[in-house]
């Protein structure tokens, strides 16, 4: 019975040591198995691997909506752009990649460093843009040494390009890097350093739909940065398109006709109240903001005397001038101090207590009414209308016509000029409002400011039966699928605070400026385009009192304003248009023969399209 248990005994440790065995060798079998797998068969994959890779998640910018005018030209769309970065975590040692990349592009190292230090709070894995648009010539030298340049970068951004240079930059503006201030704000949440954003006309206005959708993609790198292959991708979706209502080929004939001088042009639509043009001079290239604008540069800009960045059509303030004479006839007829029957006799001198208020003619016109004095323009008409409306009343319909208050234009830093009152001028400066001073704004000279813009706006209504209409920039905003997005109606905004029989009258004046044989413009015909106007000629500095100086006198940089307002046809109006020339002396020389070159363009440009349908 002893045997017999100690020979089971010993049996049962026999297997227990064969099946520990056999655990043992299958562990070991596996293993060897495994690593077999891993060095062998994957051996090649995992050095790859085990060289430092990481993944990371890299941003991509989508493209910027395109912006096209009224007739579907594409004027602002999107180029490549080589953008230099750095990811400092794997481009140690720093300075020593820094100044071999300095090497190789040309770039100064200390500008690159001066980048790293400012971004000194993103993470170490993120890259840090160097220098955008760094063109193929500095591309290919940093693809040759890519391996002497651990971390380094480059990236294929979209970037905005403005087709036509200098062309409607005011109205289109430009875009800029966004600062940390606007990073703040709510509206920029999903923005990020190193952004661009719009700065300036309707980039910035309408940089929510223009914008786009920021995509993605997951990607794994080696130990210098490098990308060793994409593991996921999210497209981004871009932006919108915009359609201005601005017509291409009037916004150039505008810029050429104010080449070489300080000026704008504001052409609308009389019966919509769309931009057609609307041109500043100088002018400047957008396309040298988009890779970031050195600072002497931008002084140079700033410091220029006839300053370029100013967009003088809706910023530039100017005393009205002749022009203003149209609130001050529609002022007389409706107040009762004057009909169509009203005449005048205009000796070219009108004198008011001790001081002699001349005419522009120095002969005079003599006797005239009302519609010979709004064509050969006569000072002395208007001096004895304002006078007898005074400058309280002048202010209320020159504020009723639109003047004194932003047009309305969906564009920032828009001005209001200034239509003086009484007690305007008793807060202003502390002192009573005299009567002399009531002759000077009849004649839209004095305290009288305004806008190419808004002078353009009170054409038009005058145009169209006295309806003001909003100036408005955008026709609509469609996805780049063609989807409808936004689509812009005219608004009207007021109405002209004259009769049917008032509103007449003034237009046959304004007729008779172009057509009649002393009208102030009538050099200024078109054949087969009856076009009504307005000549104006605004001082820069006062005519010293009772004083016999000639305009030619004076140095260039004194000489008065040269404006014209005018709209056509006269009985069908399809655009209204206002000319600024600064010191050009005389609307009837230096401005009308802009707004003729407009109307003439646009017009026959109209009929062939007409045509052309038909």
Known sequence: MSDYLNTTTTDWYKQRVIGVLVCVLTAFAVLTIRLFYLQIIEGEELRRLSESNSIRLQ??????????????????????????????????????????????????????MDKIKTSNKLPAFKPILLKSDIGRNALAAIETHKFDLPGVVVNIQPLRHYIFKQSASHLLGYLG??????????????????????????EKTYEPFLRGRRGGRQVEVNATGQVVRVLKTV????????????????????????????????????????????????????????????????NMLLTNPYHPMENKSIQGEYPPGSTYKIVTAIAGLEEGVLDETTTVHCPGQYRFGDRIFRCWKKGGH?????????????????????????????????????????????LSHEAKGLIPTAAWKKRRFGIDWQRGETLSIAIGQGYNLTTPLQMAVLTGAVANGGRRYKPIIMNKIQTADGEMVVENKSEMIGQLPVSAKTLDLVRIGLRQVVAGEKGTARGSRVEGIDISGKTGTSQVVGRKKNSDEEEEERADHLKAHAWFVAYAPSNNPQIAVAVIVEHGEHGSSAAAP????????????????KEQVG
């Open 59 to 112: 941003d991509i910018d989508p493209p910027r909506g395109l912006i096209f005018d009224r007739t579907n030209t594409l004027i602002v769309d999107n180029r490549p752009s080589f953008d230099l970065g750095i990811i400092v975590k794997d481009a140690k040692p720093v300075e020593e990649t820094i100044e071999k990349l300095s090497q190789y592009t040309g770039i100064p190292a200390a500008a690159m």
């Open 177 to 202: 890097e966004i600062n940390p201030t606007e990073l703040a704000r709510e509206a920029f949440v999903d923005y990020k350093a190193g952004d661009l954003i719009g700065k300036f006309g309707v």
């Open 235 to 298: 497209e981004g979706h871009p932006g919108k398109n915009l359609y201005l209502t601005i017509d291409h080929r009037i916004q150039q004939k505008a810029e050429e006709l104010l080449e070489g001088q300080a000026g704008a042009v504001a052409a609308i639509d009389p019966n919509s109240g769309a931009v057609l043009a609307l041109a500043s001079s100088p002018s400047f290239d957008q396309n040298i903001f988009v890779g970031g604008l050195a600072r002497d540069d931008w």
């Open 366 to 410: 003599g006797k005239v009414d009302l519609i010979q004095a709004i064509e050969q323009s006569c000072d002395v008409y208007f001096y004895q209308a304002g006078q007898n409306v005074g400058v309280d009343r002048l202010a209320w319909y020159a504020k009723a016509c639109g003047l004194g208050s932003p047009a309305g234009i969906n």
């Open 594 to 609: 802009i707004a003729r070159e407009v109307i003439k363009t646009y017009l026959l440009d109209q009929k062939s399209i």
